[in-house]
């Protein structure tokens, strides 16, 4: 138990909103991505993929936004992901955390997956200090 | 906490911005629609724009891939790792100190990006892993 979080706390499940193409033309326009395999139809189904792959920092900054939604975080101190399955274009994911663990200065170790199902797409580790 | 190990090669420092209109327009591509508490904040993952500005990634291009030769190289993302020590504010300049690791032989590059304030102070880290492809061959560079 740390204050009022106890480990194994689940964070509420998000459907994150489906990455179709506008979603994705709208992320690589903020975030100046250019690389072609989120643009170019072509190269993704040459590279054998049914269509572009959503880029892996989309979806990592979909987790953290449901992180900072969650009401027990104050603050994310650190976030490493790990982008383990390309995602194409128009996948449904759903982003799943738990707390594991306390750190030794009173923040909480968060784990949180996005995936299909259990097929993940990306697995990721938060510190977070609480509230 | 600086993110870069003394084994990096240097790329140089680089201003970057937050600027407002950046910021929400990044904000919303990454939003869940689930209110957050603080809806001025910065998004966590926001300074990984910076990398994809034309001067910067051409600068770690160079640096770990000096013999591209016009190739099409292809940076495929595989990891990240961002850490905060203090909250960025809208409409701010800071500072990325950046250097880089790689490839390795398996085509894998790391690419260490510190932010500080407008005094030197520590801002946060990025960690970035990426491995690089030849878009006309296939496979790793």
Redesign the interface.
Known sequence: MTGAIPIGTRLPA?D??VAGHA?VA??L?????????HREPA?AR??GFDDILV????V???M???L??FPGC??????????VEPVVVGAALR?EGRVVAATADGGLIVRLTAGVGRRYCAIGEAVIRPT | MRATPDRAQRIGSFTVSTDGD?VS??Q???????????AQ?I???YP??WL??PDIRAAVMAAVMPDADGARI???????????EA?MRRDRNYRLDLAAEGPDIRGMVRVYADVMGSQGQAIGSLVTVFVLVD?DQ?SAA
């Open positions: 998000v994150l909103p979603l709208s992320y326009a903020a975030s100046g991505d250019d690389n072609p395999l190269l040459a590279a880029p892996g920092m989309l990592m900054g979909q953290a936004e449901v900072c939604a104050a603050a994310i101190v650190s976030f490493h992901c790990r982008f982003c | 950046s327009a990044f919303t591509a990454v939003s869940t629609g689930v209110p957050t508490a603080d904040a998004p966590l993952t990984i724009s994809a500005r292809l940076p495929v993302h595989v990891e990240q790792q961002v850490t905060m909250p878009a296939g």
